[in-house]
Each structure stands twice: as C-alpha cells, then as structure tokens.
Nanobody
Framework: VQLQASGGGLVQPGGSLRLSCTAS????????IAWFRQAPEKEREWISC????????DYADSVKARFTISRDGAKNTVFLQMNNLKPEDTAVYYC?????????????????WGQGTQVTVSS
C-alpha cells in the first residue's frame, strides 16, 4: 500500500503551491495524515498533520501561518496549501499515514508513505 503525493514544482519566492496526497487502497480519513519534507543533506522534517479523529491540525513552527493542511473526504485526498514560499522550503515533500488518533512527529510512527514530490523555490 502506498500513498501518492503530487503537486510539486518550481515556484518563485513568495509564490504558492498545493500538494495532494491520495491513496487507492486506504481511506485517508481513517488515518492521521502528515506531511514531511527532506532537503538535500538535511534530516527529514515533520511539518504538518491532520488528526484522524477530528479536523484538528498541527504545524511545525517553520511553516505555521504559511501552510494549511486540509482533507477532502469525498476525493480521499489530503492537501497541503503552501503560501509565501521561501527558498528554504525547497525539499522533497512526502505524505504519510499513521493509524493513530493523534499526530506523531516521528516518521517511524507512520505506516504508509508516498513517493515524494519535489518543491523548488527559486528565482
């Protein structure tokens, strides 16, 4: 079982992108869904999560007030709206699913992963 992350691309500083996370064999609303990112030569970073049991959301300080996570249950999709992008947001972005009612911050707590989508912020 794998998630599918998409929507990455090249954008100028200050621009926006919306990432999507879908799954053909999972009902995403039954899982807490998180977004991680990994920049070259850096550790993987947890950045946002939507809890399974509610619409509660969490954000890392580095993206708070700029990124918004949301879910469309009918489309079985979780989105990450990214606004006011900065060069330091450049990374491969991954979505992941945890069978937990809360949002773990460790990658090892997530059972299913997407393949990643590249986001590059550059002028």
């Amino acid at each position: 079982v794998q998630l599918q992350a998409s929507g990455g691309g090249l954008v100028q500083p200050g621009g926006s992108l919306r990432l999507s996370c879908t799954a053909s064999e999972l009902t995403l609303r039954s899982y807490s869904i998180a977004w991680f990112r990994q920049a070259p030569e850096k550790e993987r970073e947890w950045i946002s999560c939507m809890r399974r049991t509610s619409t509660g959301t969490d954000y890392a300080d580095s993206v708070k007030a700029r990124f918004t996570i949301s879910r469309d249950g009918a489309k079985n999709t979780v989105f990450l709206q990214m606004n006011n992008l900065k060069p330091e947001d450049t990374a491969v972005y991954y979505c992941a699913a945890a069978a937990r009612g809360f949002c773990p911050s460790y990658g090892s707590d997530y059972r299913y992963w997407g393949q990643g989508t590249q986001v590059t912020v550059s002028s």
